[in-house]
């Protein structure tokens, strides 16, 4: 008998020490969020059908329908162009002139989220703490629909 009772209590601090029998939801440990991601997502249908239009416009490099997309001042470059710059075809032609379509394409596959009245992409622009100055588009409602606003650098 005091055979078995010492095997029993060797097995039990045997299996004690282990972790075969500890409870798995004990060991994870909640993601830590940066605050870019933390921002809301635009899930309305009307946002998430002009941002696959504007997509497919971009991917397709069909400036009729990114130009229907955009507000008459368009900004592209920053501080160097006026109002009346901006107007016409100039957009396309300096993405042309800078092989800018491919940014332009990668850019559009980031998430947007809400910096002031805009919505932009990538997130890391909206975080105030990471001082993104690389590429970055903005959407935002005018007049009630929603218009492609800017797509600039610096």
Known sequence: MKKIAFVLLIGALAFGGCDLFKSKKAAKKPAVRTKAELREENNDVDFQAFVGRLK??????????????????????????TAEDRKG??????????????????????????????????????????????YRVGIRRVKGSWKFVYFVNG
């Open 89 to 134: 075809e100039g957009v396309f032609k300096y993405w042309d002139e800078n092989n800018l379509w491919p940014e332009l394409e990668g850019i559009m596959t980031e998430r947007f989220v809400k910096k002031d009245d805009f919505w932009v992409a990538p997130p890391q622009f909206a975080d105030p703490t990471l001082n993104y100055d690389g």
């Open 56 to 81: 497919k416009a971009v991917a397709a490099h069909d400036v009729n329908a990114i130009a229907s997309m955009m507000t008459e001042d368009f900004a592209y470059v920053l501080g160097k162009t």
